[in-house]
């Protein structure tokens, strides 16, 4: 059974490329006569709101969107991921790492033999060689902190990746391309990657569809899922609804938003017909 999913965050009204996104995910679900699933990734307290979460239940009814079965919460499922971390903890896979933003982009910035291009913003490793002892006593101490895969071993783990997106094909996993991406923080105990990998295993997700913005994530998601013994699903990267000067919309792009949009008079046929000829302006 084809299993998709829509998983927006509760931080802000959902806007019209939330209602794209939402649409190809339920209309290949329905297609083929699977589920739509609705997932709310609500981990982060300092950000979600309760009023963002019913307005998002309310917009997507009224789009006509109505998803299959019981809505899961990130918030309520921190033992799943514990259980995950532990085992790449466990498979010596993740170290502790005590840069801050601020000591990154000036390690960075600092290195003549930076590379240029997208992997300049990578982080430069800085923490991987810490003495363990060491770094177990500024854990202790309240230290603040993050744990980071190391991508390289990860790769020497799982071997050769690769996965199927619908629109680009098949795609060779780099281990690179996110370097040693953060997958839990002191503050909220997980991340995007391992949460959002951990859930669509839970979720029995047979393919992720979202936009093409998020596809060098995916990357990181196929070793996670072959670290974690996990099924692979197949992956659908579309276009991302932009404004008129080209850029993707962000939740704070309210003249979009699907409320004021239908508060406008306009109807969900109207609204996913906007979407479209919005797609990638």
Same mark, same amino acid.
């Given at each position: 059974m084809t299993v998709t999913r829509f998983a927006p965050s509760p931080t802000g009204l959902l806007h019209?490329?939330?209602?794209?996104?939402a $649409?190809? #995910?339920?209309?290949?679900?329905?297609?083929?006569?699977?589920?739509?699933?609705?997932?709310?990734?609500?981990?982060?307290?300092?950000?979600? &709101?309760a009023e963002y979460d019913g307005a998002t239940l309310?917009?997507?009814?009224?789009?006509?969107?109505?998803?299959?079965?019981?809505?899961?919460?990130?918030?309520?499922?921190?033992?799943?991921?514990? $259980?995950?971390f532990s085992t790449l903890k466990k498979r010596k896979l993740i170290y502790p790492c005590f840069c801050t933003r601020?000591?990154?982009?000036?390690?960075?910035?600092?290195?003549?033999?930076?590379?240029?291009? #997208?992997?300049?913003?990578?982080?430069?490793?800085?923490?991987?060689?810490?003495?363990?002892?060491?770094?177990?006593? &500024?854990?202790?101490?309240?230290?603040?902190?993050?744990?980071?895969?190391?991508a390289e071993k990860a790769a020497?783990?799982?071997?050769?990746?690769?996965?199927? !997106?619908?629109?680009?094909? !098949?795609?060779?996993?780099?281990?690179? /391309?996110?370097g040693d991406a953060i997958l839990s923080r002191k503050?909220?105990?997980?991340?995007?990657?391992?949460? /959002? /990998? /951990?859930?669509?295993e839970f979720q029995e997700i047979t393919h992720v569809t979202r936009g093409d913005d998020l596809l060098p994530s995916t990357h990181i998601h196929r070793q996670l899922q072959a670290i974690l013994d996990?099924?692979?699903?197949?992956?659908?990267?579309? #276009?991302?609804v932009c404004d008129e000067n080209g850029k993707r919309l962000a939740k704070r792009d309210e003249a979009k938003s699907i409320r004021q949009l239908r508060d406008s008079g306009l109807s969900p046929v109207e609204i996913f017909e906007m979407a479209e000829r919005s797609l990638n302006q």
């Open positions: 019209l490329g939330h209602a794209y996104a $649409k190809v #995910a339920h209309d290949l679900a329905h297609e083929h006569h699977g589920k739509f699933l609705l997932r709310q990734e609500d981990i982060d307290s300092s950000r979600v &709101r309310e917009d997507l009814r009224w789009l006509g969107l109505q998803w299959d079965g019981e809505i899961l919460r990130q918030s309520s499922r921190a033992a799943a991921y514990a $259980k995950a601020k000591q990154i982009h000036a390690e960075i910035d600092s290195s003549m033999g930076a590379p240029h291009g #997208a992997s300049e913003h990578l982080y430069p490793r800085t923490c991987l060689g810490l003495d363990t002892n060491q770094a177990s006593q &500024r854990i202790a101490s309240g230290e603040a902190h993050a744990w980071r895969l190391n020497t783990v799982h071997g050769a990746l690769s996965f199927h !997106d619908l629109r680009f094909g !098949d795609i060779t996993v780099d281990a690179s /391309v996110n503050d909220i105990g997980t991340s995007y990657h391992l949460a /959002v /990998v /951990v859930d669509d996990y099924r692979e699903p197949t992956y659908l990267h579309h #276009a991302c």
